[in-house]
């Protein structure tokens, strides 16, 4: 019996809006703008859900990976934007830990982590995980964001993952609203 190969494909348009290499992010809301962006474009480009997250080197303030959520298009429960672009990182620097790689990064995401992503943090290598809209708000459009641990940033801080919350969370929610408008598909919803 043969199985298919399991491959992800970032649509080709995320070159277009992707800014220049060159191009560094030291601030937060900077960093939070790139990704509320990545998600309100695979909305336009109707390529998948209302999230989107990337991987930031601290240091530099430089863009490592972008990633989308593709659950949709590639037909995969885990294709999730803060996996996306965590599989993209490690596949990039060669390390499935990017702290291991030599890279203090942050995982900057449109909307906290749902259980699965949240499940994935301590092993990626991550020093900080930067959020935008709440889960609250995921859910309030519709979105099941499974069961996760009431106090889990401070489980993440105890494993040396500093947490950032609300940050552009306006915008952020934004995007959430705009994909329910539109009609999007909540694809975990509950019911």
């Known amino acids: 019996m043969s199985f298919p190969s399991i491959n992800l494909t970032l649509p080709s348009w995320l070159g277009e809006i992707l800014p220049s290499p060159e191009q560094l992010f030291h601030t937060a809301?900077?960093?939070?703008?790139?990704?509320?962006?990545?998600?309100a474009a695979n909305i336009r480009q109707g390529t998948g859900g209302p999230f989107g997250a990337a991987v930031f080197d601290l240091d530099s303030g430089r863009l490592l990976a972008p990633g989308l959520n593709l659950v949709t298009a590639a037909s995969c429960s885990v294709a999730h934007a803060?996996?996306?672009?965590?599989?993209?990182?490690?596949?990039?620097?060669?390390?499935f830990s990017l702290a291991a790689a030599?890279?203090?990064?942050?995982?900057?995401?449109?909307?906290?982590?749902?259980?699965?992503?949240?499940?994935?943090?301590?092993?990626?290598?991550?020093?900080?995980?930067?959020?935008?809209?709440?889960?609250?708000d995921a859910r309030a459009i519709g979105f099941d964001e499974g069961d996760k641990p009431p106090h889990w940033p401070v489980l993440l801080e105890?494993?040396?993952?500093?947490?950032?919350?609300?940050?552009?969370?306006?915008?952020?929610?934004?995007?959430?609203e705009q994909y329910r408008r539109q009609g999007g598909e909540i694809y975990n919803g509950k019911g």
Do not use: H, Y
């Open 29 to 39: 809301e900077s960093r939070m703008a790139l990704v509320i962006e990545l998600a």
């Open 82 to 95: 803060e996996l996306v672009a965590l599989m993209t990182a490690q596949r990039l620097v060669g390390n």
């Open 102 to 136: 030599g890279f203090n990064v942050e995982l900057t995401s449109s909307t906290e982590p749902c259980a699965m992503c949240l499940g994935a943090l301590p092993w990626a290598g991550i020093k900080q995980l930067s959020c935008g809209a709440r889960d609250s």
């Open 158 to 176: 105890k494993r040396g993952i500093r947490v950032v919350r609300d940050i552009c969370r306006p915008q952020a929610v934004a995007v959430l």
